[in-house]
């Protein structure tokens, strides 16, 4: 099988998340890396309902546009959590109402250098979400200028990394 075109971008993004999600529990900053996995698992469920259904050529062609529905439910969860929730709450958390500073001079102990580290690391993931957002609406436009659903998928998201 061939690798999808994102999957080095998939494999930082699993490193980024794996990360976060142990140095929350080693920094005894649960809420961040329960919150993080929340977001994902909000988006993760219409992203795999997509692809099966995709899979399964369950869209228009056989009449039932359970294809059409989920990658619009994807469309919306995505935004939403990912796009809106993440950075303007998780992120923004972090940075204003955390404590720590990042500024130079200011902390110099290891704590603050591993929590700075980690925001760096939730907006590494912000750029990973936009990038797939990207890679959605070109598979929108594709739709929208007469692809079908599954050739539309496979031109801009399958195939060579």
Excluded at 37 to 62: A, R, W
């Amino acid at each position: 099988q061939k690798r999808h075109k994102d999957y080095f971008v998939m494999f930082i993004h699993h490193i980024m998340t794996i990360t976060l999600i142990c140095g929350s529990l080693i920094m005894k900053e649960e809420k961040i890396g329960v919150v993080v996995v929340f977001i994902h698992d909000i988006s993760d469920i219409p992203v795999d309902l997509t692809k099966m259904t995709n899979y399964l050529q369950l869209g228009s062609e056989s009449g039932l546009y359970l294809t059409e529905a989920s990658f619009i439910t994807l469309l919306v969860t995505w935004l939403y959590s990912r796009l809106y929730l993440f950075p303007t709450h998780v992120i923004y958390s972090t940075i204003y109402e955390s404590g720590t500073t990042c500024l130079p001079l200011c902390d110099d102990t290891l704590y603050t250098k591993a929590h700075c580290v980690l925001r760096v690391f939730l907006m590494v993931l912000v750029l990973l979400h936009v990038y797939w957002f990207g890679l959605f609406l070109k598979i929108v436009l594709k739709l929208l200028g007469g692809s079908k659903g599954h050739a539309a998928a496979r031109d801009s998201y399958e195939g060579d990394s």
